[in-house]
C-alpha cells in the first residue's frame, strides 16, 4: 500500500465547506463532480499532498447530527505544515477559529482550531 487516499468529512453544505477549506485553510479544490444521483464527489487537499478530504454533504438525520463532531469532540484532523508561524498568521487572517494559543510541544508546535461547523484539527509543526 502506497498512502492513504482519502478521508471522508461529513459537511451541512458542500459550497460553504469548499469556500472555507480553500479561501481559510488553503487547500485546493481537486475534485467537484456531479454525480447522477444528485450527489457531488468533492475533494480538497493541501497543496502538493497525496491524502485529501471528501466532503460529503449530509444526507439523512443521523448524517446531519454528526456534521461537526465526526470525533466525539476530540482533535479529528491533523494538518501538517513546515512554517507554522506563517500559516498560522495566514489562517487567523482568513478567519479560522484557534482554540488556544500556539504551544511548544516536545513534538513540535501546535495549536487546535476548528471548521466551520466545529470540526477540531491540529496544526502541527514537528520539532527537528
Do not use: C
Amino acid at each position: 500500500m502506497a498512502h492513504l487516499g482519502l478521508v471522508t468529512l461529513v459537511v451541512r453544505d458542500y459550497d460553504e465547506a469548499i469556500a472555507f477549506y480553500v479561501n481559510s485553510v488553503g487547500f485546493d479544490l481537486t475534485a467537484d463532480t456531479t454525480l447522477p444521483d444528485g450527489k457531488r464527489w468533492v475533494v480538497v487537499t493541501p497543496p502538493g499532498a497525496q491524502t485529501g478530504l471528501l466532503l460529503a454533504e449530509a444526507a439523512t438525520p443521523e448524517q446531519s447530527a454528526r456534521v461537526g463532531d465526526q470525533a466525539g469532540g476530540r482533535v479529528a484532523l491533523f494538518l501538517y505544515t513546515e512554517d507554522f508561524d506563517a500559516d498560522h498568521a495566514r489562517m487567523s487572517a482568513a478567519g479560522v477559529t484557534f482554540l488556544e494559543e500556539p504551544r511548544r510541544e516536545s513534538y513540535g508546535t501546535v495549536a487546535v482550531f476548528e471548521d466551520l461547523y466545529g470540526t477540531r484539527w491540529d496544526l502541527i509543526q514537528h520539532a527537528t
